[in-house]
């Protein structure tokens, strides 16, 4: 099954050239609170989708029509899972609740169990014996045994998600649980074999994946979650990407693109540059700078909007603000370093011309 049939632009054996946003209906366009908060969450589809696609192929049951369906292929009477790793403010949780929502065609509930899926966000102060009661909570137990041991929490959380119909466990933030006094091992395991029957899906930083992967004591583990590392498009596919979502994003919102973004054929490169090729990192600064100009009453978004969120959220990932030169190019060489400024003289008295603030923007509406 390939998800470009669900208005996917990429095929599941390329790299993604451009980017397309999944059906969601858009508040008015007066509503700027409400219209804020869509766009903030609008989701931008990549090849990832594809790819998480692919491996839940390989772990969950189809139709004769090839649909997905929520419900576990068993191995021997055991299931296997997905880990899903990348560093952090990727997109890895957007990503599957999305996905999983529009391939199986039940919304992820963060606070309680649907139908067949529970998804449980670990806490920074995560234990075992902790994880198994918030999943206890999420199918709706919430009363507890004063002395309640790990075992008995572990056959409370099974029999509440057995009672409860659940199929798939989504465990997101699982890097908080890898302490030296907690079972993680036999915790993860515990999903997938001795009859529990689930498809596991963990979701964490590239520390989960060096403790599944890397540790020896872990090959069970590793040989029961499928590896699914969110790598980096290609430079010239990301910059794709971005142009097409600045677009989107500004006309969802009702804006124009000012001159200072549209004009500047190395704009997108900006953006990519500033969060250091960061495929999530510059889906949000884009979302957070369209909200931004929206908020601010503006016609058009413009350059100033980029550079004044990226001094706001951004500085302590990348202290080079991309968008306070008037030149800047693109770094495609392999040896380039996108943290550096790069300077393009033919193009700044250009630029310059078009770099300022907007004056009285809240009276141009």
């Not at 403010?89 to 963060?110: A, P, T």
Request: proline share 5%.
């Amino acid at each position: 099954m390939n998800i470009e049939s669900q208005a996917l632009a990429a095929e599941p054996d390329q790299t993604p050239s451009s980017a397309v946003m999944l059906d969601d209906p858009r508040p008015g366009l007066n509503d700027t609170a409400e219209l804020s908060d869509w766009l903030l969450k609008r989701y931008m589809v990549s090849n990832w989708d594809n790819q998480l696609v692919q491996r839940l192929e390989m772990v969950l049951k189809r139709d004769e029509d090839g649909n997905i369906l929520s419900e576990p292929k068993r191995f021997q009477n055991e299931t296997m899972g997905i880990a899903v790793t990348a560093p952090a403010r990727e997109g890895k949780s957007f990503l599957v609740q999305q996905v999983l929502s529009k391939v199986l065609d039940e919304e992820i509930d963060v606070d309680k169990c649907g139908p067949s899926i529970l998804y449980c966000r670990l806490r920074t102060d995560a234990t075992v014996k902790g994880v198994y009661k918030d999943i206890c909570a999420k199918t709706g137990f919430t009363t507890f045994p004063a002395q309640m041991t790990r075992a008995q929490a572990n056959e409370l959380a099974t029999h509440r998600l057995k009672l409860k119909g659940i199929k798939i466990v989504i465990l997101d933030e699982v890097h908080n649980l890898l302490k030296p006094s907690e079972p993680v091992n036999l915790f993860l395991k515990t999903f997938l074999q001795d009859g529990g029957g689930y498809c596991l899906i963990t979701i964490g930083t590239t520390k989960l994946r060096s403790f599944i992967y890397d540790d020896p004591q872990n090959d069970e583990l590793a040989g029961r979650l499928l590896d699914f590392q969110l790598e980096a498009f290609p430079r010239s596919d990301t910059v794709s990407m971005i142009g097409k979502a600045i677009q989107q994003l500004a006309s969802d919102a009702g804006l124009k693109l000012n001159p200072t973004v549209s004009s500047d054929p190395y704009f997108s490169d900006r953006v990519y540059d500033g969060c250091k090729g960061s495929y999530g990192r510059c889906m949000r600064l884009i979302a957070t700078s369209v909200v931004r100009a929206k908020e601010d009453g503006a016609v058009a978004l413009d350059i100033e909007d980029f550079k004044a969120t990226f001094e706001l959220t951004f500085k302590h990932y990348n202290p080079v603000n991309p968008f306070e030169f008037p030149g800047w190019v693109d770094g495609t060489s392999a040896e380039a370093d996108t943290s550096e400024v790069l300077f393009d003289n033919s193009q700044s008295d250009f630029r310059a011309k078009n770099k300022g603030r907007r004056v009285n923007k809240k009276v141009a509406r």
